[in-house]
């Protein structure tokens, strides 16, 4: 891979987030203008006065440790050799909706494809303590605008990992993580993270290393919801960070769609706040696929027995014990697993847990 | 003067013959004991001179030299006593009779009464094994003996009766051999019939005793997976004599037998799981003792509450899982126990254990969910082919008075699928279920129609099974074709085996 070419400005970004230089003063240090600093401004002279602008402590800390202009040149060959690209307030690349956030990131480091970039992006995200057959729901909406948008969620597991999972097929996955992409968690998703880094694309506004607080772990939603041209709520409880999403994005002035919940479901009580205020509703992935006209010639119609259409029949007020159908259907015990498991298999049922399946 | 008596040694699960040789010698009094005995073999010193004092005979006030050969072998437990008083008896002359043939064991009280010994099953059948044919044992030990086909055995009470039964002037009369009854006929402690609903719990149990399948069962605390699982030896087929001779050998040794003579049910183990990777698989560092998965042998390992367990102790397991044996290497040398047993675990599915409940929430975080499921590893699960939910027991179900199905007859459906798999692989050596089949008898006896095939690779697809879950798919797939009478494999078998692997399709 060749390695990127960086401005002064957007070298002097990377070289703060390096240093670890706090916003404020880069702030002050930067004309709020992107790109206003002349080419040859990035240099030994350059970082001295930096050095200058810092308190006293930090200074002196950054002095003894002697990093200059080399030590930087190192970094950048580092990054580039780790595949990560680094997207500054400064590149033509830099999503235009950060700007609109409470502390745009300087840089967001991005490792895999950052093409994806340059699509219309979809937001999906849900709550951690997403129900299982929410999760597929999740997935399968992901799979549907996959073909127009790049899929844009949290790391987080539940919703917003099934959403990525989903989107994941057709590779347009971005993943806006919370750490470093290389300290990135949590471990449930290791297998995830592989899988996007080679197809997808990880977004982080932290350097590849570094291990964020666990307070700043919901910042990241900002960044979601300003790579997100809509976004879809799939899940949020009633002080879900998914509703934070979804406020930036509504202020941002962009569609929010939310999928609604039968009253007393906890995972849902945010989702139906949501639509109470200013979400559009959603339940199917084709309500979506008709709004951005997807095509969705593709999806097969898959024939279903007269005892198959009777176990969907008896699903739909909601979940079921295998006994229970079992015995609804007038079948022995052994008979019902080979029923529900091609169901399954069908994509028409879901296991809940505890033996009880439920409506896809 | 100089004697020779017999006895025998325990070394694992065999007897290694000992010669006791006892001479005396004028000089001052002493007592020398060699050949590499333990603490408990020293002390029959005093044991036999107050045995002998209680008895009405002498113990020679001169230089008593004992020796157990062959000397470089270690010898340990009290089971030397009465050869070693027999041979003072001899060597003193104060005992007429002949004694060449006979092997002597017992524990000696102070009194003279002989007290039993652990392991008398597998050391005579090793002393048959050597050549002896008469033995002479604690009364205690007799109903165990009584199994020895083709032996005179001689039950005694007291080293007196011993010496009158040598010297002729009261003979005892052969043990009167014993006749195998399983204990099977009977009605279980744990019957089927006393667990109410779970009919998908109960489904599996049958699926994986009829193959010989390991089992995990997954379910919220109070679900009954401890009943289900104490059901599984009173489904398994009966114990046949040479099996109860197996499992009496292993759990005479580790003196478990409690006065019984043979153990005539399937074993039960429910170590705790504190238990360490020893007591698992056996060890010691004076004898070697068979463990828990040995103990098992023949019936049901069950561990209860299964990622609770050290890591060290499960991965422990995966190797006898295979091979059906153990083998223990000490110092003293390598001991091999036969650890045939049906593997039973359960877990809770999350730290809560309400995950999946209908009316209790879960309170688990998602990363919480994983860390707990992934500390079993891979190749521990890979061993385990049925998986199944247990959900918790509603009231109504509690208080129905709907008949549920006794052991008996879920018995007498997995004997048949026994015995469809018994004649199946006759030829196959090593090979006695589904389960332990290889590549090999898989490509023989597990062909897949395309239908069948085309919905297995549909399953990976849609599922997203990992690729090692196959052969397993398939060989459960097999026994529930046997249960449901040894035919082909038809696509609702493959459904039905595909449903039991529910954890194995999460990431």
């Given at each position: 891979?060749?390695?990127?070419v960086y401005?002064a400005?957007?070298?002097?970004?990377i070289?703060?987030?390096?240093?670890?230089?706090?916003?404020?003063?880069?702030?002050?240090?930067f004309?709020?203008?992107?790109?206003?600093?002349?080419?040859?401004?990035?240099?030994?002279s350059?970082?001295?006065?930096v050095?200058?602008?810092l308190?006293?402590?930090?200074?002196?800390?950054?002095?003894e440790?002697?990093?200059?202009?080399?030590?930087?040149?190192?970094?950048?060959?580092?990054?580039?050799?780790?595949g990560?690209t680094c997207?500054?307030?400064?590149?033509?690349?830099?999503?235009?909706?950060?700007?609109?956030?409470?502390?745009?990131?300087?840089?967001?480091?991005?490792?895999?494809?950052?093409?994806?970039?340059s699509?219309?992006?979809?937001g999906?995200?849900?709550?951690r303590?997403?129900?299982?057959q929410?999760e597929k729901?999740?997935?399968?909406?992901?799979?549907c605008?996959?073909?127009k948008?790049?899929?844009?969620?949290?790391?987080?597991?539940?919703g917003?990992?099934?959403?990525l999972?989903?989107?994941?097929?057709?590779?347009?996955?971005?993943?806006?993580?919370?750490?470093?992409?290389?300290?990135?968690?949590?471990?449930c998703?290791a297998?995830?993270?592989?899988?996007?880094?080679?197809?997808?694309?990880?977004?982080?506004?932290y350097?590849?290393?570094?291990?964020?607080p666990v307070?700043?772990?919901?910042?990241?939603?900002?960044?979601?919801a300003?790579?997100?041209?809509?976004?879809?709520?799939?899940?949020a409880?009633s002080?879900?960070?998914?509703?934070?999403?979804?406020?930036?994005?509504?202020?941002l002035d962009?569609?929010?769609?939310?999928?609604?919940?039968?009253?007393?479901?906890?995972s849902g009580?945010g989702?139906?706040?949501l639509?109470?205020?200013?979400a559009?509703?959603?339940?199917?992935?084709?309500?979506i696929?008709?709004?951005?006209g997807?095509n969705?010639?593709?999806?097969?119609?898959?024939p279903?027995?007269?005892?198959?259409?009777k176990?969907?029949?008896l699903?739909?007020?909601?979940?079921?014990?295998?006994?229970?159908?079992?015995?609804?259907?007038?079948?022995?015990?052994?008979?019902?697993?080979?029923?529900l498991t091609?169901?399954?298999?069908?994509?028409?049922?879901?296991?809940?847990?505890?033996?009880?399946?439920?409506?896809? | 003067?100089?004697s020779?008596?017999?006895?025998?040694?325990?070394?694992g699960?065999d007897?290694?013959?000992?010669?006791?040789?006892?001479?005396?010698?004028?000089?001052?009094?002493?007592?020398?004991l060699?050949g590499?005995?333990?603490?408990?073999?020293k002390e029959s010193?005093e044991?036999?001179?107050?045995?002998?004092?209680n008895?009405?005979?002498?113990?020679?006030a001169?230089?008593?030299?004992?020796?157990?050969?062959?000397?470089d072998?270690?010898?340990e437990?009290?089971?030397?006593?009465?050869?070693?008083?027999?041979?003072?008896?001899?060597a003193?002359s104060?005992?007429?009779?002949e004694?060449?043939?006979?092997?002597?064991?017992?524990?000696l009280?102070?009194d003279g009464?002989?007290?039993p010994v652990?392991?008398i099953?597998?050391?005579?059948?090793?002393a048959?094994?050597?050549?002896?044919?008469?033995?002479v044992i604690?009364?205690?030990n007799?109903?165990e003996?009584?199994y020895?086909?083709?032996?005179?055995?001689?039950?005694?009470?007291?080293l007196t009766?011993v010496?009158?039964?040598?010297s002729?002037?009261?003979?005892?009369?052969p043990?009167?051999a014993?006749v195998?009854r399983?204990?099977?006929?009977?009605?279980?402690?744990?019957?089927?019939?006393?667990?109410?609903?779970?009919p998908?719990?109960?489904r599996?149990l049958?699926?994986?005793?009829a193959?010989?399948?390991?089992?995990?069962l997954?379910?919220p605390?109070?679900a009954?997976?401890?009943m289900?699982?104490?059901?599984?030896?009173?489904i398994?087929?009966?114990l046949?004599?040479?099996?109860a001779?197996?499992?009496?050998?292993i759990?005479s040794?580790a003196?478990?037998?409690?006065?019984?003579?043979i153990?005539?049910?399937r074993?039960?183990?429910?170590p705790?799981?504190?238990a360490t990777?020893?007591?698992l698989?056996?060890?010691?560092?004076?004898?070697?003792?068979?463990?828990?998965i040995?103990l098992?042998?023949g019936?049901v390992l069950f561990?209860?509450?299964?990622?609770?367990?050290?890591r060290?102790a499960?991965?422990a397991?995966?190797?006898?899982?295979?091979?059906?044996?153990?083998?223990v290497?000490r110092?003293?040398?390598?001991y091999?126990?036969?650890?045939?047993?049906?593997?039973?675990?359960?877990?809770?599915?999350?730290?809560?254990?309400n995950?999946g409940?209908?009316d209790?929430?879960?309170?688990c975080?998602?990363?919480?969910?994983h860390?707990?499921?992934?500390?079993?590893?891979g190749?521990?699960?890979d061993r385990?082919?049925?998986?199944?939910e247990?959900?918790?027991?509603?009231y109504d179900?509690?208080v129905?008075?709907?008949k549920?199905?006794?052991s008996?007859?879920?018995?007498?459906r997995?004997?048949?699928?026994?015995d469809?798999?018994?004649?199946?692989?006759?030829?196959?050596?090593?090979?006695r279920t589904n389960?332990?089949m290889?590549e090999?008898e898989?490509s023989?006896?597990?062909?897949?129609?395309?239908?069948?095939?085309?919905l297995?690779?549909?399953?990976?697809?849609?599922?997203?099974?990992?690729?090692?879950?196959r052969?397993?798919?398939v060989?459960?797939?097999r026994?529930v074709?046997?249960?449901?009478?040894?035919?082909?494999?038809l696509?609702e078998?493959i459904l039905?085996?595909?449903s039991?692997?529910?954890?194995?399709n999460?990431?």
């Open positions: 891979m060749a390695e990127p401005t400005a957007e070298r002097a970004a070289a703060f987030d390096a240093l670890g230089v706090s916003p404020s003063v880069r702030e002050k240090l004309p709020s203008a992107a790109g206003a600093l002349p080419p040859d401004t990035f240099g030994e350059f970082l001295r006065s050095r200058a602008l308190p006293r402590e930090q200074s002196e800390k950054w002095e440790s002697q990093r200059g202009v080399e030590w930087f040149e190192n970094l950048l060959r580092e990054y580039a050799a780790r990560v997207v500054t307030r400064y590149s033509p690349a830099y999503p235009a909706g950060c700007f609109s956030l409470p502390e745009p990131p300087f840089v967001l480091y991005c490792e895999g494809n950052a093409s994806l970039l699509l219309p992006r979809f999906i995200t849900g709550s303590r997403t129900l299982p929410i729901l999740a997935a399968e909406y992901a799979r605008v996959s073909r948008f790049a899929v844009v969620s949290s790391s987080a597991a539940g917003d990992s099934a959403a999972r989903g989107a994941l097929e057709s590779g347009r996955a971005i993943c806006v993580l919370a750490e470093g992409s290389q300290v990135a968690g949590p471990a998703n297998d995830l993270f592989a899988r996007i880094r080679k197809d997808g694309l990880l977004i982080s506004e350097p590849p290393s570094f291990h964020a307070y700043r772990f919901s910042a990241r939603n900002r960044i979601v300003a790579l997100s041209d809509v976004l879809l709520v799939v899940s409880g002080k879900s960070g998914t509703l934070i999403t979804a406020d930036l994005v509504h202020k962009r569609t929010v769609y939310a999928v609604p919940y039968t009253p007393g479901v906890g009580e989702c139906n706040a639509l109470k205020d200013y559009k509703c959603t339940d199917k992935s084709v309500d696929a008709a709004a951005f997807i969705l010639t593709e999806t097969e119609c898959v279903l027995s007269e005892r198959e259409q176990v969907l029949f699903l739909r007020d909601g979940p079921m014990h295998s006994a229970a159908l079992a015995e609804q259907l007038g079948l022995k015990p052994q008979e019902i697993p080979a029923v091609l169901l399954e298999m069908k994509g028409k049922i879901v296991p809940v847990g505890g033996n009880r399946y439920s409506l896809l | 003067m100089l020779k008596i017999k006895s025998i040694s325990l070394n699960l007897g290694v013959p000992v010669e006791v040789e006892t001479d005396i010698n004028s000089g001052l009094p002493s007592y020398e060699v590499l005995p333990d603490a408990a073999v010193r044991r036999v001179r107050s045995a002998l004092k008895s009405g005979k002498k113990f020679p001169q230089k008593i030299t004992v020796n157990l050969a062959p000397a072998l270690k010898k437990g009290s089971c030397f006593d009465l050869a070693i008083a027999v041979g003072i008896l001899k003193t104060q005992l007429t009779g004694t060449d043939g006979i092997l002597f064991l017992g524990e009280a102070l009464a002989l007290r652990t392991g099953l597998p050391l005579l059948i090793s048959k094994s050597h050549g002896f044919d008469t033995f604690p009364a205690g007799a109903r003996a009584a020895i086909a083709g032996a005179k055995t001689y039950a005694a009470q007291s009766q010496i009158d039964h040598l002729g002037a009261a003979p005892l009369a043990l009167e014993a195998y399983s204990a099977a006929d009977g009605e279980e402690k744990f019957d089927l019939a006393f667990v109410k609903g779970q998908v719990a109960k599996a049958e699926v994986a005793v193959g010989g399948h390991n089992l995990l997954v379910g605390p109070g009954g997976k401890t289900l699982a104490r059901c599984i030896p009173g398994m087929p009966a046949t004599f040479e099996e001779l197996e499992v009496t050998k759990h040794v003196g478990l037998l409690d006065g019984e003579g153990v005539t049910r074993p039960f183990r429910t705790h799981h504190t990777a020893v007591s698989c056996g060890g010691g560092s004076r004898a070697v003792r068979p463990g828990e040995s098992a042998h019936g561990l209860d509450e299964f990622p609770e367990y050290r060290s499960l991965e397991l995966r190797q006898p899982l295979e091979d059906g044996q153990i083998t290497t110092s003293s040398g390598a091999t126990f036969p650890a045939n047993f049906m593997l039973c675990a359960s877990m809770n599915p999350c730290p809560c254990g995950y409940s209908a209790r929430p879960c309170t975080t998602a990363s919480a969910i860390k707990y499921r992934s500390r079993l590893s190749p521990l699960l385990i082919d049925l998986q199944v247990v959900d918790a027991v509603g179900d509690l129905s008075d709907r549920e199905e006794s008996a007859a879920v018995r007498a997995v004997e048949a699928a026994r469809i798999q018994r004649r199946r692989f006759a030829g196959c050596a090593g090979v389960a332990d290889g090999r898989m023989r006896f597990c062909i897949l129609s395309p239908e069948c095939e085309n297995l690779r549909l399953s990976f697809e849609r599922l997203k099974l990992s690729a090692r879950a052969s397993r798919i060989k459960v797939a026994t074709a046997d249960l449901a009478g040894g035919g082909g494999i696509p078998h039905e085996a595909v039991y692997r529910s954890y194995d999460r990431g």
